[in-house]
């Protein structure tokens, strides 16, 4: 039988000394910043560090890719304190960040209970998440830090009550594409797919990050010319120059994909679109998850070609 090592927990203060000086820069590198991001369930986009917020200054800031929104980060290694609560607020206000992070080495239930207050009485525009941060070894392994969620918001409960709500005041269309996105929402949970699907909502497009807030994938559902697509969606202020670099990859996007794509630099206006369809009846549910594994999969591919195309490139 394999022996075993021991997991011992190490102390937060012998890895990173100083807040500002060793745990903020480690956290804002990418592989770190992604480690967050994936207990967070947010793909995260550095933005700047020490960002002057009126008399303060806010550790981190960074971009939800999936919608370009602000994503707020004050750390903290140690127990956390009223003050940090208090910048926390002031932060909000001030940057009008949309989902605030505040990260400790261990929580007070007081301050718990302050986050889950102020979940329940935002609306889902503004969050809040508590993070502990700890570092494990094993043996003479190399010490290895861990995220763990303590407070976080009602994501489940505040779906429901908005689909309930979308379904209600909406029009035949826009009940059809709820009860369509929800769909496949649980039909990617139940798939574990890497995608990480949002909120559902009565439009004709559903966003997905590709790890960048220059663009994103989406798939669409377009009822009036029975058929649903996958889109790159490109929507940064050079999204033009973006496009043209893109489109001098023709040939080896397609191949990788596997399919011609329809590319729609659309000069007239800021961003560009690359775009695959698909013909299919979307009021057949019998359909549906012939539909929902066309769509997963080709979000995949767009995932898997374009990605590293913006991780690795400046694009102008």
């Not at 301050?111 to 502990?132: C, M, P, Y």
């Not at 303590?150 to 689909?163: A, E, F, L, M």
């Not at 790890?211 to 033009?240: F, M």
Request: aromatic share 10%; proline share 4%; charged share 25%.
């Amino acid at each position: 039988m394999e022996k075993l090592g021991l997991i011992e927990r190490v102390d937060v203060r012998s890895v990173w000394e100083s807040e500002s000086t060793d745990f903020t820069p480690w956290l804002a590198q990418g592989e770190n910043l992604a480690l967050l991001g994936s207990e967070l369930g947010i793909e995260l986009e550095l933005e700047a560090q020490e960002k002057a917020v009126g008399p303060f200054r806010a550790d981190i800031l960074c971009k939800d890719t999936a919608d370009a929104s602000w994503v707020l980060i004050e750390n903290q290694i140690e127990r956390t304190d009223h003050k940090h609560l208090g910048q926390l607020l002031t932060y909000a206000s001030g940057l009008e960040a949309v989902t605030i992070v505040w990260i400790s080495t261990e929580f007070t239930e007081e301050h718990k209970s302050a986050l889950d207050w102020l979940n329940q009485i935002t609306n889902d525009s503004v969050r809040f998440f508590g993070v502990e941060v700890e570092v494990w070894r094993i043996g003479n392994s190399p010490a290895a830090p861990k995220f763990n969620v303590v407070c976080k918001p009602n994501d489940w409960g505040n779906t429901v009550r908005q689909v309930a709500h979308d379904l209600a005041e909406a029009s035949p269309a826009e009940q059809l594409r709820v009860k369509y996105w929800s769909a496949f929402r649980e039909y990617l949970q139940e798939q574990k797919s890497k995608l990480r699907p949002q909120k559902p909502a009565p439009n004709h497009w559903y966003d997905f990050s590709i790890g960048t807030s220059r663009a994103h994938s989406a798939a669409l559902l377009i009822t009036r010319e029975s058929k649903v697509g996958v889109e790159l969606c490109i929507n940064s202020d050079n999204a033009k120059a973006i496009f043209a670099e893109l489109y001098g990859k023709k040939s080896d996007i397609e191949t990788a994909i596997g399919a011609e794509l329809d590319w729609r630099e659309l000069p007239e206006k800021k961003v560009s679109r690359v775009l695959l369809f698909k013909h299919v009846d979307p009021s057949d549910e019998t359909d549906w998850p012939q539909q929902f594994l066309w769509l997963q999969e080709t979000l995949e591919k767009f995932d898997s070609v374009f990605r590293p195309l913006f991780a690795h490139r400046a694009f102008g």
